[in-house]
């Protein structure tokens, strides 16, 4: 890169900024207008909750734009933790995810994680495809190893929409396994701390969640492989 364009990244215009946040000018008045509505119908509700954050929930979902995890069940601020990647994924080598399981069961003690997927999710159709998208490939491995240990159940089913929603729902069940696997989830049963873990689907045509009926919450519900001595 040529030596002028570097500077001219590194040391904005004086005022630069302030053009930025016009551009943007809209979602600080939605703001403005949003936190004025949840102060009006909660009073001190803000002040409140920067003392302190006392979730029920961690929520473990995909980042699609169209899946905002309080909106879709209807809870304010405070109240969900929440982890999103492309595909709700839960790898045991993934960071990032483990710390966020872990505070929230740890530290905020949260009684349930939600997985949740959701039908038509562009994740799992990649994962389904043979296209190259890149860097994102490694990650969507994961989903292809559960459409492999299940290919037969899916191409058994007739049109592709069907077939990219069946392995939606069965990347969620994988998903709740992922989660009771770890020894964060079965450090918490083993301290005899109450703890449910959910796989729930959400379908973005017709804003509705659906149970997949996975709910775990006790270690003898876990696969003898993966269980940890207490
Ligand atoms: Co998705």
Known sequence: MPRSRI???????????FTNMKLLQHLFDNNKLWA???ESSHPGFFRKLSEQQTPEYLWIGC???????????????????????????????DLNCLSVLQYA???LKVKHVIVCGHYGCGGIKAAMSNEKHGLIDNWLRNIKDIYKLNEKKINALESEKQKVDRLCELNVIQQVK????????????????PLAVHGWIYSIADGLLRDL????????????????DS
């Not at 989660?179 to 450090?187: E, K, R, S």
Request: proline share 5%; charged share 20%; net charge negative.
């Open 178 to 193: 992922s989660v009771i696997h770890t020894t964060i989830v079965q450090d918490a049963w083993d301290r005899g701390q």
């Open 63 to 93: 980042s699609d734009s169209r899946v905002p995890a309080n909106e879709i069940v209807g809870l304010l601020p405070g109240d969900v933790f929440v982890h999103r990647n492309v595909g709700n994924v839960v790898v045991h080598s």
């Open 213 to 228: 009926g996975v709910c775990v919450t006790a270690k003898d519900q876990i696969d003898q492989i993966y269980r940890t």
């Open 36 to 38: 004025q509505s949840i």
């Open 105 to 107: 069961i740890e530290i």
């Open 7 to 17: 500077s001219l990244i590194l040391t904005p215009k004086p005022g630069a900024q």
